[in-house]
């Protein structure tokens, strides 16, 4: 079945450290990816999207994300995280003409 | 800049009873959709609509229904609550297109005692 995965249910990190999540999608065609963050108690927020053009996309709050064809893979990268990045962090796919798709998420806490 | 907005913010409800949310979109937003993200799970599609018609069908409840009205807003509408509809319910919008980027609503907690 077509799917998002997402490579770790829950990662601690210290602040300052490198921050990266892993995304994986099973879709052969063209899909539009996105990366959203739900912080404690709100709702979904869009960090960065990827339709086509530079791999790298930068997005939010120091975010980025690489979009490799060739691994399915669009994995969320920030240099040094904060305490306030402790949220849960999903990737999502929207394959051409469909719905998205989310994967599990990703529950960031980030130790002050 | 508008947002979507959804109502209410939380509710209560006993099991068996019925519940209505509703879904706002952003000004000249055609699509909706709606999402429930159960207790430490992902966001799972439910249904959308464009141009008040059924555009897609996920994981919905026959329980559950919706429709879009002509002002574009939407409404789902959920009976015979049980316990396990206990969740967080998102609405998003966006413009027509399989490329457009979807908002986000801060979405209704629906809590089924």
């Known amino acids: 079945a077509q799917s998002v995965s997402q490579h770790n249910h829950h990662v601690i990190l210290s602040e300052a450290a490198s921050l990266e999540l892993g995304c994986n999608y099973s879709?052969?065609?063209?899909?539009?990816l996105f990366w959203y963050v739900q912080y404690p108690g709100q709702h979904l927020q869009l960090l960065l999207k990827?339709?086509?053009?530079?791999?790298l996309v930068k997005g939010i709050k120091g975010f980025e994300a690489e979009f490799i064809k060739s691994k399915f893979s669009f994995n969320l990268r920030k240099p040094s995280v904060q305490w306030s990045d402790t949220a849960e962090y999903f990737c999502?796919?929207?394959?051409?003409?469909?719905?998205?798709?989310f994967g599990p998420g990703t529950r960031l806490s980030v130790l002050p | 800049a508008a947002g979507v907005i959804q109502s209410p913010r939380h509710l209560i409800k006993e099991k068996r009873e019925t519940a209505t949310l509703k879904c706002y979109p952003i000004?000249?937003?055609?699509?909706v959709y709606w999402y429930q993200q159960g207790p430490g799970q992902d966001p799972q599609f439910l249904i959308s609509?464009?141009?008040?018609?059924?555009?897609d069908k996920g994981s919905i409840p026959d329980r559950f229904s919706a429709q879009q009205f002509s002002d574009y807003h939407s409404e789902l509408n959920m009976s015979s609550l049980e316990l396990g509809d206990s969740a967080l319910y998102f609405c998003?919008?966006?413009?027509?297109?399989?490329?457009?980027?979807?908002?986000f609503g801060p979405g209704t907690r629906l809590t089924v005692l």
């Open positions: 609509f464009y141009e008040k018609m059924q555009s």
């Open positions: 000004p000249r937003h055609d699509t």
């Open positions: 990827y339709f086509s053009g530079d791999p």
């Open positions: 999502a796919a929207r394959p051409y003409g469909q719905n998205f798709v």
């Open positions: 879709y052969g065609g063209t899909v539009n």
């Open positions: 998003a919008s966006s413009t027509s297109g399989s490329y457009n980027e979807q908002f």
